[in-house]
């Protein structure tokens, strides 16, 4: 998931880890997955949690944090990128996609994910900080619901992955429906992988897509959606909505957008978590079996 700031779970108080970088998987042009040695440490965390890397241990990031500090007026914070491991996987997985400066869009250069996508990183000693974050599946799921729904836009699909594929080895009877948007076809994370549980857990798994960039998604299969998630959609997904749960993340509105709205006296534009929230209320879905996690 891309870096943004966050608060640590309450439940256990974040430990510094030293890891190295087993290696580094290059999922899509712009998106790497590296894989994490915690060496004898067996890390106890949760899937869909995050980890914390600050970015002034790098050396070669020094001079770009000097001059973003100058700029902001304040420290450079530390980075949170979900977890797309799952406890029982050997490794300790972050998926990072590479942040884009836009002129007169974006504010300022992203500091740390090109670096983590790019570094060459394989080998590498880091000093990471975890496990944080309420993102997770609560311990009495199956007695909650049978049904939970994610919704996911791009890099948000990184904790989701983990937490289905956690709820898949622990055996949990809950049906999992996987909606993930996206570009185009070539920009979807773990494609194959979700594919797979998919098609093994048949009974459990429905995985559908929606592509805003390709001139004919048919070619993909009937799974695979035109356009931006709708509300039509949701009501053909969702048929359980007073009892499913629903797990949301992608990109939301930033605090950046919502100062230069208040500047220009015009409304921020909505993204794809205000999009999904107003569908969701409007079919009637209780806040309360709605959990969300945002960057931008």
Not at 5 to 30: F, I, L, N, Q
Not at 200 to 214: G, I, K, N, P, W
Not at 236 to 255: H, K, N, Q, S
Request: glycine content about 6%; hydrophobic content about 35%; charged content about 25%.
């Amino acid at each position: 998931m891309s870096a943004a700031e966050a608060s640590p779970s309450r439940s256990r108080k974040p430990v510094e880890y030293e890891v190295t970088v087993d290696h580094v998987r290059m999922d899509t042009h712009d998106t790497a997955t590296l894989f994490l040695d915690f060496g004898d440490v067996r890390p106890d965390y949760k899937a869909g949690q995050f980890i914390n890397i600050d970015p002034h241990q790098f050396p070669a990031l020094g001079r770009l944090s000097a001059y973003l500090q100058e700029q902001k007026g304040r420290k450079e914070p530390q980075r949170s990128y979900s977890l797309a491991s799952a406890p029982h996987e050997r490794h300790v997985a972050i998926t990072v996609k590479d942040e884009e400066f836009i002129p007169g869009l974006t504010r300022y250069p992203p500091l740390l994910s090109p670096f983590l996508v790019h570094g060459r990183l394989t080998g590498a000693r880091l000093k990471v900080l975890g496990f944080m974050g309420p993102y997770v599946l609560p311990e009495d799921v199956e007695t909650r619901t049978n049904h939970v729904v994610h919704l996911v836009a791009g890099s948000g699909a990184v904790p989701n992955f983990a937490i289905l594929k956690d709820a898949l080895h622990r055996g949990l009877k809950t049906r999992h429906t996987v909606l993930m948007s996206n570009k185009t076809w070539s920009d979807i994370l773990y494609r194959d992988e979700l594919e797979a549980l998919a098609q093994q857990h048949a009974d459990r798994v429905r995985l559908v897509h929606t592509l805003t960039r390709e001139l004919d998604e048919s070619r993909f299969g009937p799974d695979v959606r035109k356009g931006r998630v709708h509300q039509s959609l949701l009501e053909e997904l969702i048929p359980d909505r007073d009892t499913c749960l629903v797990y949301a993340c992608g990109p939301a509105i930033t605090p950046w957008d919502r100062r230069k709205a208040l500047e220009t006296r015009t409304p921020a534009t909505p993204r794809f978590m205000e999009t999904v929230l107003g569908h969701l209320h409007a079919l009637g879905i209780d806040d309360k079996r709605i959990r969300r996690e945002t960057y931008g």
